[in-house]
């Protein structure tokens, strides 16, 4: 049983481009959540997919937008990218938004 | 507001015993994540309470006063392994759905 997976596993993009990470959720997950890990802090919560809808969001700009697929994949956009944006990015999978997260190895971003 | 406090280093020697504790303010609390996280890796699971008093999971235990906003992870008979961080989560409801609101981790140091 494959647990929670995301790609690419590491990405460099450019101040002002806009980046597309992927996370397949765990086998039997329906929710899938986005967290910002900048190094030496716990992740930041950006929003949460159920449904093919975003349920809630963080305290991020619009700049940070996802999608869910009908397979429950989901998707985490970000447009214009800042300096700032530069993080461990990590997807995390759970049955209904009541029961324990299961988190993917993560995508570490660096922008330049 | 939402604030989660816990100490950012600790050190401990090989087979000893170290408590790691966590303060939080929420306004939705609806139970607490402890997860270990090594360096450049996904956060692991390690346990759950929503309930006052003690959860006992092998070499490790977690302790929560809800009436307090406090919550420690215990671990004994260390490991070099255990070397890691250890990141202190709240689930909060506020706005009708959860999602994890994490500390910024205790980076712990096991030596020989």
């Known amino acids: 049983d494959a647990g929670v997976t995301q790609s690419p596993t590491h990405l460099i993009k450019t101040r002002g481009q806009q980046v597309t990470l992927r996370c397949s959720p765990k086998?039997?997950?329906?929710?899938v959540s986005w967290y910002q890990q900048a190094l030496g802090q716990g992740p930041q919560f950006i929003f949460q997919?159920?449904?093919?809808?975003?349920?809630q969001r963080g305290n991020f700009p619009d700049r940070f937008s996802g999608h869910q697929f009908p397979n429950y994949s989901s998707e985490l956009n970000v447009n214009a990218l800042l300096l700032g944006d530069s993080a461990l990015y990590l997807c995390?999978?759970?049955?209904?938004?009541?029961?324990?997260?299961?988190f993917g190895p993560g995508t570490r971003l660096t922008v330049t | 507001g939402q604030n989660i406090d816990q100490p950012t280093e600790m050190t401990a020697t090989e087979g000893a015993i170290v408590q790691i504790n966590c303060t939080y303010q929420?306004?939705?609390?609806?139970?607490l994540f402890w997860y270990q996280q090594h360096a450049g890796e996904a956060p692991t699971f390690l346990s759950y309470?929503?309930?006052?008093g003690l959860e006992e999971k092998g070499r490790f235990s977690s302790f929560l006063s809800r009436s307090k906003g406090y919550s420690y992870l215990l671990l004994k008979e260390l490991q070099m392994k255990d070397s890691a961080s250890y990141l202190c989560?709240?689930?909060?409801?506020?706005?009708?759905?959860?999602?994890?609101?994490f500390g910024a981790g205790t980076r712990l140091a096991v030596h020989p």
């Open positions: 929420t306004s939705g609390f609806n139970g």
């Open positions: 997919y159920y449904e093919e809808e975003e349920r």
């Open positions: 995390a999978s759970s049955f209904g938004e009541r029961y324990e997260q299961y």
């Open positions: 086998s039997g997950h329906d929710t």
């Open positions: 989560a709240v689930r909060d409801e506020t706005g009708g759905y959860n999602k994890l609101i």
């Open positions: 309470n929503v309930l006052d």
